[in-house]
């Protein structure tokens, strides 16, 4: 079945550090692909989203770009900051948007 | 606008107990799902509702059961609660049902079991 594996936590980066976490899929066929963030105390949002091969999704510095040679879809930024320490999922879309399957997430830690 | 919105916040109930979660979707979202959320996991998905109908269930037993009312707002509900079913609820709504579509989720309703 459809699944999502993501890169173990908890991260710990100093400001301005570069930032990757892994996530890797398995799906029947091409699904679409996302990275929700969900900040403390709040629910997820969404923060990027690739719907084919070779997409680069982007947003607030964040960048991912939709591997399917790899099926991969790993999170990118070039300088963190405090306000970006927060929990991120990676998740894809079943073929039907029937249902989304989430990573265990990844809680990241930016210190100044 | 108002985003999704989930009631109650929290709630404790005891074992064997019956809970009803509420969850109003974003207006002119037609489609509500519903997902569980285990501390430290990802959330499990387990109802999906467009148009008042189920259109997915995943892998939860039959205490677990849903519906959605004219006006789109869904409520789940759990009967016998288990020790287990302790976990942050979370619905999400949608305007449409595609594989590109992106999931708007609320805030969530924290349920502990004692």
């Not at chain 1, 301005?16 to 949002?45: D, H, K, M, R």
């Not at chain 1, 719907?51 to 991912?64: I, L, P, R, V, W």
């Not at chain 2, 709630?11 to 509420?22: M, P, S």
Request: charged share 15%; with cysteine; proline share 4%.
């Amino acid at each position: 079945g459809d699944s999502v594996t993501q890169m173990e936590g908890p991260v710990t980066l100093s400001e301005e550090a570069f930032l990757t976490i892994n996530c890797t899929y398995t799906a029947t066929g091409y699904p679409s692909l996302f990275w929700y963030v969900q900040y403390p105390g709040e629910g997820l949002q969404l923060l990027l989203k690739a719907t084919k091969a070779d997409d680069k999704g982007s947003n607030k510095g964040f960048e991912a770009t939709y591997r399917k040679e790899t099926t991969s879809f790993h999170l990118e930024k070039g300088s963190v900051q405090v306000s970006d320490s927060a929990v991120y999922f990676c998740a894809l879309s079943d073929l039907d948007g029937n249902q989304f399957y989430f990573g265990t997430g990844t809680s990241l830690t930016v210190i100044p | 606008d108002a985003g999704v919105t989930q009631s109650p916040t929290h709630l404790i109930k005891t074992r064997g107990q019956h809970v009803t979660l509420r969850c109003s979707p974003i207006s002119g979202h037609k489609s509500v799902s519903w997902y569980q959320q285990v501390l430290g996991q990802g959330p499990q998905f387990i109802f999906q509702y467009y148009e008042k109908e189920e259109r997915g269930r995943g892998n939860f037993p039959d205490r677990f059961s849903a519906r959605q009312f004219p006006n789109y707002s869904s409520e789940l509900n759990v009967n016998a609660l288990l020790l287990g079913d302790s976990a942050l609820y979370l619905c999400a709504s949608s305007l449409v049902v595609t594989m590109n579509t992106e999931a708007f989720f609320g805030q969530g309703t924290r349920l502990t079991v004692v």
